[in-house]
């Protein structure tokens, strides 16, 4: 894993329809909007945020996860509207011994099935395995959140398996995940 790609300069990523970039201040009220959106976070291990204030020092989180080289945050964009968050898409748990990352993502939900998932996804498998040199994508899932599942299933993702009550996710309990893998082999075969 070339940690320098990822962590020396923040990286951007661009297809035909949306950028990938980071996530700024004046990106506020739409970041809010997902945080504070209870139906983005159903199946998530997040708690909604409907104070805007704790919502402005979260992107200040984000700055200093990546700092720490934690984990990265991108947001969405449209390159039709290059200033309109869309959604976030993440990458965490960075394993380098294992050489393999974690993804995540959420969208505002006006932008619910108009591809721009399964899209941003697509771009980030790019960059992790082809420039980052990642070995192993996962995504952790739970089993009720079909519309993620298909997302990683278009791009390639294989269900690995599902770990029963092995992990406590704030606001949710202790829950069941559904794990979603894919090998740079797998990438490479089917691209």
């Known amino acids: 894993m070339n940690v320098d790609v990822l962590f020396n300069q923040f990286p951007i990523l661009e297809s035909d329809r949306f950028t ?104 980030l498998l790019h960059f992790l395995f082809m420039d980052v040199n990642v070995n192993r994508i996962q995504a952790e899932v739970m089993p009720q959140n079909e519309t993620s599942k298909k997302v990683l299933l278009k791009n390639g993702f294989m269900k690995e398996g599902t770990l029963r009550q092995a992990t406590l996710w704030s606001g949710k309990g202790i829950v069941d995940l559904e794990i979603y893998g894919m090998l740079k082999e797998d990438y490479e075969k089917g691209t």
């Open 20 to 123: 990938l970039k980071k996530i700024e201040e004046q990106h506020l009220d739409e970041v809010f909007e997902i945080y504070s959106n209870d139906h983005v976070f159903t199946y998530c291990g997040i708690i909604p945020k409907h104070n805007k204030a704790t919502v402005k020092s979260m992107i200040g989180h984000f700055e200093r996860d990546y700092l720490k080289k934690s984990k990265i945050k991108w947001g969405i964009f449209a390159n039709d509207n290059p200033d309109h968050l869309l959604g976030i898409m993440e990458a965490f748990d960075f394993h380098q011994k294992v050489n393999m990352v974690t993804i995540g993502y959420f969208l505002s939900e006006a932008h619910w099935g108009k591809g721009v998932a399964t899209e941003a996804v697509s771009l």
